[in-house]
């Protein structure tokens, strides 16, 4: 039996373990920064595997680390933890029990599949040259984020490279996406209030109409896109909140503004915002309103290294075969793992968990969001065929 053979078969006998793991963990989601009981399932079982050595390094987070006989490299793998404020609108057997509370984005899967990977690959130690650390993170879903505190805390002292994924669903079941260089973009958040003067609806001349002012901001922000940057340089602004009145006859005062901008460049990055201020500004005045402006910098974008993205390219081809690799284009999504690519190169991939035969093709974040659980199996052999390599006997 080759290696590669009896990895798969581990896995294969492991499957329905990491199932019934994701579909605890999803009935017991917890928010960003608030995953305690998480935490604590997490480091008991990592604890029951042996021959792991478990921290708590920072916030929620949990560590393993399974140090081999010989040395070799040390290999990072990371899994996030924290779900979402949704109310679960799902009818399976396996629902959030915390009203409220959702894992809607498969971090529930994420965990489980590396809790798998580290089972297995705990009773193989000996067969270990170098390192395996296990990243259990917390906070992903809201800046700060979890990863840098977990960085800032050491957890990336002497990795050498290090890999993350992300169950998709909008990715068919039977693909694993692979993107080298920039694959997720940089989430910046921005706030803006444009204040007039309130007065009533039936005499808009006595006032300065928020707005309507404020109308002609959105409108025009939309120009730093299409006419502002290069059309070749990947970049994304969304309004996403207008709030402004009270009721039918009353021009209010002032409405606030909240959206996203997404890019890739770092010029452009840091462009968008000056660019956002030149707009409100001149807006604002030609109208005899006023305006505050907030920017918030949020992740850095996800950039997959290219030689760490081939050895995942080849992970698919040997454990999955050729057909597995999808070649995908980068996306807007943000995602903290770029934290841990400023200490080392490291390669983020997408595993397909859409399936619409089954009716599983609702997008992330939504009330009926879920995967398919075929792709667990998937994810953990992508982590033992990445370990295979890297720092196994034999690979």
Known sequence: MTQITALNKAV?????????????????????????KTAQFVYDTLLSFGNLEVTRPAGNSVMARLIG???????????????????????????????????????????????????????MKDKIRGEVRFFFQHAEEIYPGG????????????????????LWS??????????????????????????????????????????????????????????????LDNLVLSVTKFTGGTTHNVIPGSVEICGTVRSFDKNVRETVPKLMERVIKGITEAHGATYEFR????????????????????????????????RMRPNMGGEDFSAFQQKAPGCFFFVGAGNQAKGIAYPHHHPRFTIDEDALEVGVKMFVHAARKVVMDNA
């Open 147 to 166: 990863a840098e505190e977990m960085v800032q805390a050491g957890v990336m002292d002497g990795v050498d490279l290090v890999i993350g994924t992300h």
């Open 170 to 231: 909008t990715m068919e079941y039977g693909t694993v996406g692979i993107c080298p260089g920039p694959m997720m973009a940089a989430p910046d958040t921005f706030w803006i209030t444009v204040f007039g003067k309130g007065g009533h609806a039936a005499l808009p001349h006595q006032t300065i109409d928020s707005i309507a002012v404020a109308a002609q901001v959105v409108t025009n922000l939309q120009h730093i896109v299409s006419r502002n940057t290069d059309p």
């Open 12 to 36: 294969e006998e492991i499957r329905q373990q990491v199932i019934e793991w994701r579909r605890y963990l999803h009935q017991h989601p917890e928010l960003s920064f608030q995953e305690e």
């Open 295 to 326: 920017y918030e910098f949020g992740y850095r974008p996800v950039i997959n290294d290219a030689e760490v993205t081939q050895l995942m390219e080849d992970v698919v081809v040997e454990a999955l075969g050729a057909e597995w690799v999808d």
């Open 69 to 123: 006989p010989k040395p070799g490299k040390v290999l990072a793998m990371r899994a996030d933890m924290d779900g979402l404020a949704i109310t679960e609108e799902n009818t399976f057997d396996f629902i959030s029990k915390n009203p409220g509370v959702m894992h809607a984005c498969g971090h529930d899967g994420h965990t489980s599949m590396l809790l798998g990977t580290a089972k297995i690959l705990s009773g």
